[in-house]
């Protein structure tokens, strides 16, 4: 699959060249064949605009971090939470991260049996995947938060367990709001409380980084969507 995502980057590279060359000198060459695959990606790379990579496996950073070099992209990951377990590999480059909070379910070691069909790697990864957020912030990786492929009901508790494994509030603040907002260029309509910006906010009966909070309503678009009563 690298193989052709690799071919895919050297088409469309060859893509523009070959159009830049027929539209400089349409006489002399002949007319290229449109692709509009080719042709979105190629404008992607010429535009430097952000390619999203999914990683799903441990192996998958050093891979895409090779293709940011190859073909000098600007890189977004979904990380896969692994991370921390390459954290040498941003000696160098600090791609931007969205990261599920997704974390690993304890192991099942229920009977004898099954405790031996548990590695030693997936105890520590058990053990280590909510550093995750932490060292990459401490390695100066800018990244969001995201509710991709995390279980319904497990967001808010798999937020507070990142904090407790060290990022701090206002650092898992920022990556749920104004982060994003910036990444996205939507920065002066949304990601701050401030006059002229869009109304996008939860009322909470307390700190919303503690157990016990609860959110009281939610409001989008100015309008105000109750959840539960105070």
Not at 51 to 68: P, S
Request: glycine content about 4%.
């Amino acid at each position: 699959s690298i193989a052709l995502i690799r071919q895919t980057f050297y088409d469309a590279q060859w893509y523009l060249d070959a159009w830049s060359i027929y539209n400089q000198y349409p006489k002399l060459n002949k007319r290229p064949l449109i692709d509009d695959a080719l042709d979105a990606i190629s404008m992607h790379m010429s535009e430097n605009s952000n390619f999203c990579f999914l990683n799903e496996h441990e192996q998958d950073l050093e891979r895409t971090l090779k293709l940011t070099n190859e073909f000098n992209l600007e890189t977004w990951i979904i990380a896969s939470g692994y991370e921390y377990r390459n954290i040498h590999l941003f000696n160098n480059q600090k791609p931007f991260f969205i990261i599920p909070l997704d974390f690993p379910k304890p192991p099942d070691v229920t009977t004898f049996e099954k405790e031996l069909d548990v590695s030693t790697r997936e105890l520590k990864h058990w053990d280590q995947a909510a550093f995750n957020p932490y060292l990459l912030k401490e390695y100066g990786i800018e990244f969001s938060f995201s509710k991709y492929d995390v279980k319904d009901g497990l967001f808010k508790s798999n937020l507070l367990k990142a904090i407790r494994f060290g990022i701090t509030k206002s650092d898992a603040l920022a990556s749920l709001t104004t982060i994003p907002a910036q990444r996205l260029g939507i920065e002066k309509s949304y990601g701050t409380l401030e006059k002229g910006k869009s109304a996008h906010l939860l009322i909470c009966d307390g700190d919303f980084f503690e157990h016990s909070t609860r959110i009281l309503s939610v409001w989008v678009g100015n309008e105000e969507h109750k959840i539960s009563n105070p």
